[in-house]
Structures are given as structure tokens and as C-alpha cells.
Nanobody, 114 residues
Framework: QVQLVESGGGLVQPGGSLRLSCAAS????????MGWYRQAPGKERELVAF???????HYADFVKGRFTISRDYATNTLYLQMNSLKPEDTAVYYC????????WGQGTQVTVSS
């Protein structure tokens, strides 16, 4: 059974930083490009960034230069370092395969507010 467990969210002021983690089962992690997604209230879920099996990373324009995605094969963990956070980054953040997706986890709430 594939499991995705996101953590690391919270309340942060504009300009602040957070690091999200996603503990994934080996079934999905070791064989797939992995991505971070987000869903703000009343909006569609959108792809934020993804990283290939070989480690090549790609970002949506709205986070480019501020967020960094990485993966650790030893622990099957996906990370998202988020810097220079803006109020518009407020959303529930999820991880999943970037191409072949499994059931969504519970996500982790990120709130950027002063």
C-alpha cells in the first residue's frame, strides 16, 4: 500500500521560511519522479515543483528562485525548502508522484500571514 505523509507546515510571517517533508513508501518513491502540489481554498490543486529519479528539479514560475525540492533515497523522503514566503503561498501542500500518482495524503497546511 502506497503511503504519503506530509509534515512541516505551519504559520509563518511573509518573508519567512519553512521546510516540508514527505515520507513516502518505497513503492512510489523509488520508481517515480516526485512532486509537491498545493491547493488553496477555492482553487484547483496545482503542481509546485517536481524532481526526477536522477535528481533534476523543475519549478512552477510562481516559486522559481524561492523554493527548492530535494529527495533522499536512503529514507524515501521528499523535501521542499520554502524561502521568501508570500501570503499567496498559503495552501495545503501535498506530495505525490509527478507522473504516476497514488492516493493523496492528508497534506500539510502552510499559512503565510503577518
Amino acid at each position: 500500500q502506497v503511503q504519503l505523509v506530509e509534515s512541516g507546515g505551519g504559520l509563518v510571517q511573509p518573508g519567512g521560511s519553512l521546510r516540508l517533508s514527505c515520507a513516502a513508501s518505497a513503492t512510489i518513491f523509488s520508481r517515480n519522479a516526485m512532486g509537491w502540489y498545493r491547493q488553496a481554498p477555492g482553487k484547483e490543486r496545482e503542481l509546485v515543483a517536481f524532481i526526477t529519479i536522477s535528481g533534476s528539479s523543475h519549478y512552477a514560475d510562481f516559486v522559481k528562485g524561492r523554493f527548492t525540492i530535494s529527495r533522499d533515497y536512503a529514507t524515501n523522503t521528499l523535501y521542499l525548502q520554502m524561502n521568501s514566503l508570500k501570503p499567496e503561498d498559503t495552501a495545503v501542500y501535498y506530495c505525490n508522484g509527478a507522473v504516476s500518482r497514488s492516493d493523496w495524503g492528508q497534506g500539510t497546511q502552510v499559512t503565510v500571514s503577518s
